[in-house]
């Protein structure tokens, strides 16, 4: 099969042998991936991952040791846990220590015509959700597990700095959830590409500052902005992963006493629900949408500032 | 009167006037205050403060509107809140947005013969209470903040770094709670010295990582240290303020899902109780005591790495 590879130095299509599902896994055929940033960040050497890329995706289980998966279409969570480890045990499979990450440590991920991962992280994707739109699943998640975290009070202003693709999905999120947002960012029109007429969006740091604010930037500048417009005994939820560090005053953090908070994973079955039901229409976010094949094209474009999702095809 | 003044450029036992107390404040005879790192990072240039230094003390109303007060030994809550702003009005005076800070900002400090501050502000010391440890109500305040922040498991175990004052009574406030406390520092000898024979010590990065770590060393790679042993889904406090910007990988505190919590000032009057009834007691933590007279050199010993707390005396 075909598989989008970097071996930590280099990108290449290459023709590779088709996975094979250990004990408790199943085997899926792709039919859609996305490509986040993170892809991008570990082509940079942000993390020593070497393998098949990708890790937003939805397809088609093909095979499964129960045979009512086989043909399912799915999504799945990427994280793969031990069950055994002390984080494990205390209810935290997303952070066992001996997890492995679809693409971004120790297994192959969704850059490819087939992929495996255990059949405990499979979420079943409704007839009626659409394969461009299921293919969100895995970032919205991300995007919701904001509201796992943070205790939100209804009152309270939220701003998020950044408005690429996940700054935008964040921003839909909380905006379904019913909180009252705020967008920094460089681009207003994409609001109205997705139908976001109830938030509020501003081109330049406001004077206020919020109680929660949101950094999902991916650079520097945007985090001292985020501290910067953080109320006092508020939360600064910092989404991104950056190659390299970040240099910031601690100051205002101790003296405001701020909170912050990283966020990584979420809860894949709510986005589904939430993809499913039409709650948050992603559509919009989709810039282009390149087969399998042109995928080296798909990561340039993707790498290009000012793009939004690129999505891959397979099988086409 | 004498008072030990910074002019942002250089530091002088200056003869000024006594000030005087405005509507709604006292004036106090200071008898101790104490040294803090926060003084240090001034005369380094971390806040623009000029005036008269120090916000740790202990001394007599000598001038005050309400009769009963005169001649009652304080200590004071060094934030004085507006009642106006948004801030205060919600219930959060010491982030006032228009307030003052003793000898921190907008507001002569305590390195005098005299000082003034708000009556609402002032914590009655038991005559129990002997001046050389009613001294520290503020720090230990500063160190019981965590207490109010961070929501313990009486299970979990704590990691504070630095053993330096502020991470001694931070150790003690903790080990009082009943929490299991761990200190990463270089003077195991501190900890007979205060009578902490219930502390694990280590004096490098155990293998563990913890739920919850203090951070009060007060230098960039103490901090590095703190992301390193906060366990996934731990609280990391950051208790210490720096001149100057922190450099560090944020990349563990997302994908550990780390939160951050910077940590400020704390109840006086907790402190103050925990002090009167012998459940802390910091005698241990006193380096040297210097009569005001040469208030100078007291800094010039504090400034000594590996100096505890040095205390002045007025009156002598």
Redesign the interface.
Known sequence: MKALQWDGDSLALNTVAKPIAKPGEVLVRLTRAGICNTDLEIIRG??PFSGTLGHEFVGIVDEAANPSLIGKRVVSDINSSCHHCA?CQAG?PH?CVNRSALGIHGRDGAFAEFLTTPEENLVIVPDSLEDNLAVYAEPLAAALEIQE?VNFSRHEGVLVIGDGKLGLLITMSLAQAGLEVTLLGHHPHRLELLGLDNISFCSSAPDLKYPVVIEATGNPSG?ATAVQLT???GALV?????K?????????????????????CGPMDKAVALLADGAINPAGLTEEIFPLTRAPQAIARANKKGTLKVLLEMGS
Do not use: C, D
């Not at 910092?238 to 950056?242: D, E, F, G, H």
């Not at 910031?248 to 405001?256: C, D, G, I, S, Y």
């Open positions: 942000y993390y984080m935290m952070h975290q985090f109320a006092p005994r910092l989404k991104s992963t950056y390299g560090n970040l240099e910031f005053n601690p100051a205002p953090l101790v003296v405001n006493e701020i909170t912050l908070l990283g966020s990584r």
